[in-house]
């Protein structure tokens, strides 16, 4: 009688990575990155934060740890700061909007498994080899209301926030979402005490030359959302309307995702 032997696979794992199976191991083909820490406390805070996490769409897959490191996916197009700063025109509006989307899905999660991220900007979201979006960096995120060993940028953060909450990464959101649609940090070329003091009495950039979630990023900055997910439905209505009226003399050269590999060296 044939032995049939059933080998659970870790759910942090795509199917798709698997290239065979034994009885007591199988084998996987994954783009991996190996990330090492100068400070092990970040790197245990990563993994926690991974390990409580699981897998996720839109999330930079986890897969595992090796002695000091910690096993994440290889995002082949860098971050998506790395890939507008080597793009000679702006991937297409449909492109940013998934993008902000996906962030936002991210965050909705994280906030839904008791997890702030900290530190949210174009800085650490990652394109996968379809440019997908998926949020990395949890080295200094927030789990069960821990201190967070990590902090908003400058331009991402209201200065009276003491502690990570929904409203300061939503805050930070917007600003990203800002970067996502300029390339630019929203206070460009401006000191860190100009900048805090500009949010403090409300005086924020002009989002006129956004082509889209100008509303959206206002909202954010003015602490109009009470939740992520409130504010991933207002993304999602504005990423199906602007689908609907794309504007076709920017689509009329497609930007491939390949034409922008991030070579590392």
């Known amino acids: 009688m044939e032995r049939v032997v059933r080998v659970d696979i870790p759910p942090r794992i795509d199917d798709n990575a698997i290239v065979g199976t034994g009885l007591s191991s199988w084998v996987l083909r994954v783009d991996a990155v190996a990330k090492c820490y100068t400070n092990p406390d970040e790197r245990d805070r990563e993994v926690a934060i991974y390990e409580r996490l699981g897998?996720?769409?839109?999330?930079?897959?986890?897969?595992?740890?090796?002695?000091?490191s910690v096993l994440l996916q290889?995002?082949?197009?860098?971050?998506?700061?790395?890939?507008?700063?080597?793009?000679h025109n702006m991937p297409p509006l449909a492109m940013r909007l998934l993008w902000a989307e996906q962030v936002t899905e991210?965050?909705?999660?994280?906030?839904?498994?008791?997890?702030?991220?900290?530190?949210?900007?174009?800085d650490n979201i990652f394109l996968?080899?379809?440019?997908?979006?998926?949020?990395?960096?949890?080295?200094?995120?927030?789990?069960?209301?821990?201190?967070p060993f990590g902090w908003y940028g400058t331009s991402h953060s209201h200065p009276?926030?003491?502690?990570p909450s929904i409203q300061s990464e939503i805050f930070a959101l917007g600003s990203t979402f800002f970067e996502i649609m300029t390339g630019k940090n929203p206070f460009e070329g401006r000191k860190s005490n100009e900048v805090e003091r500009a949010i403090?009495?409300?005086?924020?950039?002009?989002?006129?030359?956004?082509?889209?979630?100008?509303?959206?990023?206002?909202?954010c900055w003015r602490g109009e959302y009470a939740t992520a997910n409130e504010l991933l439905q207002e993304v999602r209505d504005e990423a199906g309307s602007r689908c609907l009226l794309v504007d076709q003399r920017q689509e009329q050269e497609p930007h491939s995702c390949q034409s922008c590999m991030l070579r590392y060296t």
């Open 160 to 163: 009276d926030a003491e502690e």
């Open 74 to 87: 290889f995002a082949s197009h860098g971050t998506v700061r790395q890939y507008l700063d080597c793009s």
């Open 200 to 219: 403090r009495s409300g005086d924020f950039p002009s989002l006129d030359h956004l082509p889209a979630l100008r509303t959206v990023v206002s909202n």
């Open 106 to 122: 991210a965050i909705s999660f994280l906030h839904s498994k008791g997890i702030f991220h900290c530190d949210i900007s174009y």
């Open 128 to 147: 996968d080899a379809s440019c997908n979006a998926l949020l990395g960096d949890f080295a200094g995120s927030s789990i069960d209301e821990k201190e």
């Open 55 to 68: 897998r996720h769409k839109s999330i930079l897959p986890y897969y595992g740890t090796f002695e000091a």
